[in-house]
Structures are given as C-alpha cells and as structure tokens.
C-alpha cells in the first residue's frame, strides 16, 4: 500500500482574493467616500431612502474591509497546527457579509415601510444629484471587482454588494425624480423597500455558497462520477473508492482518494500510476492539490470503513 500527493503544474500558492486585493481597496476607498457622501444628503434632503441607502454601504465597507483582513490571513504560511493556513478565513469572511446583508436589508424594509405608511419632507433635488454621484461611483466599483468576481467567493460577496448598492442607488434617483415632479413623497419609502428587496437573495445565494464551502461539498462543476470513470481508464488501475472532492478555499479545490491498482504497477515512483493519476486530476479537472492512496487489488477486503 502506498500515498502520493499530486500538484498539477499550474497550480497557484496565491489565492483568488489574494490576486485581487488592491481592486478590493480602491473599492474600499470609493465605498467609504459615498458613505459620507450619502449620510450628509439624508441629513439635509430628510430622505429614507439615502439613509438607507448609506447604511447599505456602510455595511458594505465593513464587509469589504472584512475580506480585506480575510486575504491577508489567507497569504499565512501554513503550520503543523493549521495544515492549510488561514485560507478558509476568506470563507468566514463571505459567511459574515452574507449575515451582515440579510441584518441590512431587515433594517432598510423596516424603514421604508415607516416611510410608506407616514411620509415626511423629502427636498428631491439635492437627493437626486447625491443619489445620481453614488451610483456611478457604485458602477465604477462594479467594473473594479467584476473580473475577480468569477474566481473568489469573497470577492463575489463583495460584488454583490457593490451591485445591489448600484440598483439602490439607481432607485433612489428614479424616486428623486418622482418626487421633484409630482410631490409624491412616499416615492422615497417605495426606492427604500426596492433596496431591501434586492438585498435578500443576493445574501442568500452568497450564505448558501459559503455554507457549501464549510461543510465541504462537492465544487461546483464538479460530477465525481465523471472524475471517476477518468481515474478508471488509467492503465493498471482496477478501481476507485472513498473518492473525496472539496474546496479550501475559492480557486482551491482538492480532492483524496484510495485508488486499487494492479499488483505490478504499486510502484510509486516517478512516471507511475500517481504521475498518470495527477496529470488527469490536473489537467482535465483543474484540480491540483490531489491526494492519492494506492492499494493492492487485495486489500480493499481489509479495511474496515464503509466506501462509496
């Protein structure tokens, strides 16, 4: 019986998140000037709707200073105590942006349908250019963290962020247009509940992605039974079990395996079954942290847990 350890030759030590941090603090930078930018519009115009749209954000810089510090932690060397560093903390980061949104988006609900139900004074104009400013810096912040986006959960997290800061920003402006033409002031409370509303799935869809990661399901795009019947046709192996496939962290997929082979090829040397095994992992799966224990036709019958 023998073990090996594969990394397929393009393989990455940085991860997704760490790739793209000055992307994530120039958004930060932006992020936190709409804040003050909005908060002192509400102050002035009296509307709901740019209060709420400037708690959004607020929350939204704390969640991208959140991956901010979840990609340095996940840059650590890996120990004897932490075998993989500190790569999940980028995981515990998207976990805790996703909770921060749903916090949000309750408080902005909860405040629109007050703004609905009893309407205040709301000075449209001023509201309308702070809104118009906070969007297309929103939009400019969106262009930032699009690319990272499609490799890295937490810089996903933070996209969404920045989109769903975009459409509220987009419906305020649409509701200071309405109330500078017709006076309708619950148009405020309305842009308020959009907001809230367009909050929601987007923190669900990014808490259920986060959980897939903590509890260690199967990658997206991922179908074992397919990566399977590719280990199968390896010559010498005879067959595949306790086959195992999960990520670290976003763009770290690896995957563990007891694979039986043939009693001659136990030999695990270079240009053997493992090379063969990894080459496929790597090269038709993109999964490069692979680990493999290799087995004798025979002993399968002496192990004792249960297999797949």
Do not use: K
Not at 61 to 70: E, K, Q, R, V
Not at 235 to 254: K, N, R, Y
Not at 281 to 308: N, W, Y
């Amino acid at each position: 019986m023998g073990q090996g350890h594969s990394h397929s030759h393009n393989h990455s030590h940085a991860t997704a998140g760490q790739r793209h941090r000055g992307r994530l603090w120039t958004t930060l930078a932006i992020t936190a000037a709409v804040v003050v930018l909005e908060a002192v519009g509400a102050l002035v115009t009296g509307s709901v709707a740019l209060v709420a749209d400037a708690g959004h954000l607020l929350s939204d810089a704390a969640g991208i200073g959140l991956s901010l510090l979840a990609t340095a932690y996940a840059g650590r060397p890996a120990t004897s105590q932490r075998t993989f560093g500190w790569q999940r903390a980028e995981i515990l980061a998207a976990l805790a942006n996703g909770v921060l949104l749903v916090l949000v988006s309750a408080y902005v609900l909860v405040s629109g349908v007050r703004q609905v139900l009893h309407p205040g004074h709301v000075d449209a104009a001023p509201m309308l250019v702070v809104a118009a400013v906070g969007a297309a810096a929103n939009g400019a912040s969106l262009l930032l963290l699009r690319e990272g986006s499609r490799e890295s959960l937490n810089l996903r997290g933070a996209y969404l962020e920045v989109l769903g800061d975009l459409l509220g920003a987009l419906a305020v402006v649409v509701a200071g247009a309405v109330v500078l033409a017709t006076g309708w002031r619950r148009a405020d409370g309305v842009a308020a509940l959009l907001v809230g509303a367009m909050i929601v799935p987007r923190a669900l869809a990014l808490l259920r992605e986060a959980a897939d990661v903590l509890l260690e399901a199967t990658p997206r795009g991922v179908d074992l039974g397919h990566v399977r019947d590719h280990m199968l046709r390896i010559p010498g192996v005879v067959d595949v079990h306790d086959l195992h496939a999960w990520t670290i962290t976003s763009g770290v997929p690896v995957l563990s395996a007891h694979v039986v082979v043939e009693d001659d090829r136990l030999t695990c040397g270079s240009g053997g079954v493992l090379d063969a095994l990894g080459e496929c992992l790597g090269g038709h799966f993109d999964v490069g942290h692979c680990t493999f224990q290799v087995e004798p036709a025979g002993h399968r019958e002496h192990e004792h847990s249960s297999h797949d």
